[in-house]
């Protein structure tokens, strides 16, 4: 007899099958395009952009958790394994399998079961559009996205990513997910709102840059809802449609008037959104992306969602029945209207809430806790010494020891490029494999590390949250382009000056443990969710490209008062960052994405100069191809 470890893995291998689902009319007018006239469909594929697909994922997720509650050990799984069996009979393939990933993230028994990245469970699904446009001759490829687009879509068809942010909205479900000790209730996670909010702004900061790299300009928002949406795409995945060119939305009557009240109430400062300023982010998050912490369902909808499911369902070119890659969380990222989409949402989020607060206050900044912006003579952005990085081949030995040896001491004041081991270029490269028989190439880079230099001039130990930014020089003064790199907390001894070594490796925005992109996952320790650990940005993708010819960016690392920010991360598993930690609140006391939730009081890089507990470098990010 299989074990269930085996059982689980096989059922997660059966292919997608998008197979019609029951669904109320008023539920699916919400999220499909309608002629003038037409009714919605009472059947629609699997999706858990509809809600009442959704909670009935979700429903069989909580009897897979009463199963396992009532049967302990091997024998609780396999009587899980065998309800999948018959629900997937009487529903879908689609819906079980949902369930399951539900249930092995959420629950303790779940975690023994195997959890499998969507290219190792449906490749098919993440499979390229097209070959490497490096491989065909200019102009022959036609599928993907069309024009300047297609520039891109190496990006936004990595698999990784896509199985980024289809991981994501099982370990944060919009109704919640069942609690493991009574599956009857689902439990919203802290902050999920701000959250949703955050991990997508960052999400559109990274792919900015990318178009930054390749000479496009940013992402534009889809704010006129009647206009024609100029990029098409087509996937090429089976049951999946295509759009072409210059297509318009149908049907947006209910978006148009749900984001009309959203900004009223915003500007209004009052109603459903008065609320404490620490928490208002978080029932911005919840009412946009319509999960169960929406203030009002009647009066704000389903604005996210059904900007989804709207662009998903525009006619496909050739006439073919189905849905386009916008109406699933496990495609919808490789559509380049995903991301103006996305900025539509966080520009509301922006414009009507983060810049109408008060600037940024750096009073609580760590006392007597610096960093230099220059060794010797005036002040100067973007040359500090402290900010010291190294190729990991250069790194010998224990780490701490080597930047101690080569940084610290006697050498703490001293031009660290004189060690003859740093560097202020980092290359990445593109990698070419295979993904079910289909050749993709990814992006890769150089593992390195950072080794920062900081002084507690204080009489006592101080702990700190160290804080690693990136920006493209072209980007520099622009808040909502800024990527998180890393955070993570350090001890300073009393009246020290301390070398820290931190691996890339070890970034907190990443899935745990860091892999190259054709490597097999890494075994994980006993007891670990593995579906958590692997929730997280892709560790080849911590980078932007950057340009052959070397393009310029700015590193910038903030320190911050750990007792004020109480961060407790984990290195060892998941992104803390775009994640949280299983069952704990969001750690870190702070607004999502700070110090840039918010306007400086100045511009950045003059305000840099002014913190002792900042302190900037600029660095080159070289692609070779």
Known sequence: MATPQQRAESFLKRPTERKPLPVTQASAAGVVTLGAGDQ???Q????TFIDEHEQAGLSVAAQMMRIANENPGDDGLQKVLDYAEEEAQRSSI????????????????GRRLPSLSLEESDPAQVKPSHPPLSSVPAGVVTLGATGDEKKLDWYREDPATSDHHARWHVVYPRAGSPDPNNPGIQIMKDRQGELFLYMHQQMLARYDTERLGVGMQAATSLSDYAAKIAEGYDPNIQELTARADNQRMSGITNITKWTKAIVTELRAGAGDFNVPPRTVPDVIGCTIEQNNGSRNLAKYGS???????????????QGNPGQGVMAFTSTAIRDPVFY????????????EWQEKQTVQNFGDAPASISMRDVLNGPQKIGVSPDIILCREDKVAGD???????QFGGAKFDSDAAQSGVTTDILETKMVLRTIDGDAVEVLDHDDFYYFLRIRNDNAAAKKVTVRIFLAAETFMDQRRRWIELDKFQQELKASSRTVVARSSKLAAVIRKPARRPDAPPPPLDPGEDQNWCDCGWPYHLLLPRGKQAGMKFRLLVVLTDWDKDKVE???HCGSTSYCGKRDMKYPDLRPMGYPFDRKWPGAIAATVLAQKNMAARDITIRFKP
């Open 569 to 571: 991360l984990d290195a």
């Open 94 to 109: 689609d819906l079980v399998k949902y369930a399951l990933q539900v249930f092995i993230t959420h629950h303790p028994a």
């Open 44 to 47: 629609f594929p699997f999706t």
């Open 40 to 42: 919605a469909p009472t």
């Open 399 to 405: 780490p701490t020891a080597f930047g101690e040896a």
């Open 303 to 317: 604005l996210h969602n059904s900007g989804h499911g709207l662009i998903a369902s525009i006619p496909d070119p």
């Open 340 to 351: 103006r989409w996305h900025r539509q949402v966080d520009d509301i989020f922006a414009a």
